[in-house]
């Protein structure tokens, strides 16, 4: 899709008019992992009487005027914030579908046991309580737990800490909850993503419509290829230590309740060490098709030592009412070299 010079901002939903007449800015951070996805509006209140009552769903459509927009999702309006001098509101609104009164009691904090199960039986045991419709993919789904304790926490909480655990994701999307490895979950959640090339101008420069910038790190942190987990087992009650991956060794020394969820925790390291080690942030002209998750590809206008497929970890989109659009990308290296 070839981009235009006119970007172009709409909101849909729950008083679109008022605020597309009276908006000045906008941002929305489409985030992979545990992050909400966030959509942030700045509304001018000149001239109103009164404070609107400006609650409901909303939906973001951006893109260019030449081309075409596209439909970023919707949002739940979570918070409302007025300030006097000068006299706007900053609108705040989740991709989350929560709500105040919490009628399933997902905030709630609770103590439980859980097992023997799977990964994704509990998984699919707890947000089934609170409405969502869970979508898991099948290599995390039998990933086996003999024992898990949820301590004084919200079944999000739980879920946060289990994911972490393991190196997967889980993350609401509307009234979809998603359980995945990095890179998987918008696609199990139903969202089609483009993968997208960018290329640097010869006349790069500030103040250049189509000015890139960015930086690359290689993560000191990141330099272990494999990893040491530990178990007791159960025979000898000897503690016994697994290698996965290759020297040097990140050890972990946490104790995992048997040899297979002390393999499942060392691989998923392994993963996560491979995917971090390198990143790179990217300011950009907007681009309707980056998101999350997504892969971006840097042409052979970029250094040799950036070009290659990087996974979208993170999309900040801005504009304002002077027409402008820029994205900033966050993202890490796809297929690290070992």
Request: hydrophobic content about 40%.
């Amino acid at each position: 899709m070839a981009l235009g010079f006119t970007p172009a901002v709409e909101i849909y939903g729950a008083n679109a008019a008022l605020l597309n007449h009276r908006l000045i800015s906008w941002e929305h951070i489409d985030a992979a992992g545990f992050e909400s996805d966030q959509l942030t509006l700045t509304i001018d209140l000149e001239g109103l009487e009164g404070l609107p009552s400006l609650g409901g769903k909303i939906g973001l459509m951006v893109g260019y005027r030449e081309t075409e927009m596209v439909d970023k999702g919707q949002f739940k309006v979570t918070r409302l914030t007025p300030t006097l001098f000068p006299f706007r509101l900053t609108l705040v609104a989740t991709a989350a579908p929560f709500s105040k009164d919490d009628e399933t009691g997902f905030k709630q904090r609770r103590t439980a046991s859980h097992g023997p199960t799977t990964l994704g039986g509990l998984f699919r045991e707890l947000v089934l309580q609170h409405g969502f419709s869970p979508r898991v993919a099948p290599e995390v789904s039998l990933i086996k737990i003999d024992h898990v304790d949820q301590s004084n926490e919200t079944d999000m909480g739980f879920l946060t800490r289990l994911a972490k655990k393991y190196n997967v994701i889980a993350k609401p999307y509307d009234d979809v909850y998603v359980l995945a490895r990095p890179g998987q979950t918008k696609s199990l959640s139903g969202k089609i993503l483009p993968n997208v090339t960018l290329s640097v101008t010869s006349n790069n420069r500030p103040g250049d419509h189509a000015f890139i910038s960015a930086t690359l790190e290689e993560s000191a942190r990141e330099q272990a290829k494999g990893c040491k987990t530990c178990f007791v087992d159960a025979a000898t009650g000897l503690l016994s230590w697994i290698e996965t991956g290759l020297a040097p060794f990140k050890t972990i020394r946490q104790k995992q309740p048997n040899e297979a969820e002390a393999i499942a925790v060392g691989e998923g390291e392994v993963r996560k060490m491979l995917r971090h080690k390198y990143k790179v942030k990217i300011t950009c002209p907007g681009d309707p098709r980056l998101a999350a998750e997504g892969l971006v590809l840097l042409d052979d206008t970029w250094p040799d030592f950036m070009r290659g497929r990087w996974s979208i970890d993170k999309v900040t989109a801005s504009g304002n009412r002077e027409n402008s659009y820029r994205c900033l990308i966050d993202a890490t290296c796809l297929d690290p070299k070992a």
